[in-house]
């Protein structure tokens, strides 16, 4: 397992700064949310981080090690990425797809080893969906290209997940089994999350975006707080704590 810091994160695009001076740290093993309204800059940060995207001015370290002194295949062996808005490009059959992750650890020649097959079944064993290593990836469900997509990054044997919305156009029992495959693969995770009561049960931290910077961070408790829901979401909230889990659950209103 690894430690993910981020230090001093700003982008500029175009002129425009996307994010400023964004700092977070997701320890060994933790599962880390990133949550904030549409446009707040989470993407952008998470790009960064899985080197989709070069920031102007900033860093992220793993374990302390800082990632650019690392070559894109070492990189790709530490953290594996789910993008948002990643299905739906791959004319491949599942098992092809999870086939991707282990690219990193193959020589040049891209010969396959024992371990890549190994490494690849036992992904797609992991998240339930053996069944499926013939089928289309394009003639799957949401769920189910979600679940192979998140083989492909455990096949990747990666010691960070980042992941951006990975719940999007998923039902509810869906929503539940991803999260929780994602909590029990013992990694470091670093998600981006749209639903609050999600984020809230799932996640160890939560880091809160508002244009651009972090405005929040802590367990969810004591970040969730009706306050900042007001300032950052426009939104009144109501506190309740989950009955079974005790975890803040949050009840929507329009503010007055
Ligand atoms: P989020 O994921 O929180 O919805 P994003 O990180 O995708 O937010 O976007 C943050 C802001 O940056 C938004 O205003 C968005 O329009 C803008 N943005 C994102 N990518 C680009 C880009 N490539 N060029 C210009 N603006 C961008
Ligand atoms: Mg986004």
């Known amino acids: 397992m690894m430690r993910l810091d981020v230090e001093g994160l700003t982008v500029d695009i175009g002129g425009a700064r ?6 977070l740290r997701a320890g060994s093993g933790r599962f880390v949310g990133v949550v904030g309204p549409n446009g707040s800059g989470k993407s952008t940060l998470l790009r960064c981080v899985y080197r989709a995207l070069r920031p102007v001015a900033g860093r992220v370290l793993l374990d302390g090690e800082d990632l650019r002194g690392l070559s894109a295949r070492e990189g790709a062996r530490r ?41 690849c079944a036992t992904a797609l064993t ?35 997940l980042v992941l951006d919305e ?6 509810i029992a869906q929503q539940l089994e991803v ?3 994602v909590r029990d693969s ?15 049960t799932h996640c160890d931290e939560l880091y809160v975006v508002a244009g651009g910077r972090v405005v929040a961070s802590g367990p969810p ?29 949050l009840l929507f209103d329009r503010l007055p």
Request: no cysteine; aromatic share 2%.
């Open 18 to 23: 996307l994010v400023e001076d964004i700092a």
């Open 79 to 119: 953290i594996a990425a789910l993008p948002q808005e990643s299905a739906g490009e791959f004319d491949f059959t599942a098992a092809e797809v999870v086939a991707m992750g282990r690219l990193p650890h193959q020589s040049a020649a891209g010969r396959t080893t024992a371990a890549d097959t190994e490494a």
């Open 126 to 160: 992991r998240v339930g969906a053996a069944h499926l290593a013939g089928r289309g990836f394009l003639t799957l469900s949401g769920g189910e290209k979600q679940r192979v997509l998140i083989a492909r990054a455990l096949a990747q044997q990666p010691k960070v």
């Open 166 to 171: 990975p719940t999007n156009h998923l039902d």
């Open 179 to 181: 999260l929780s495959l």
């Open 186 to 200: 013992g990694l470091t995770v670093l998600a981006a999350l749209h639903d609050l009561n999600l984020a809230a």
């Open 221 to 249: 408790h004591s970040v969730l707080t009706a306050e900042l829901l007001a300032e950052v979401f426009g939104v009144r909230a109501h506190r309740v704590p989950h009955p079974a889990s005790g975890a803040p659950q």
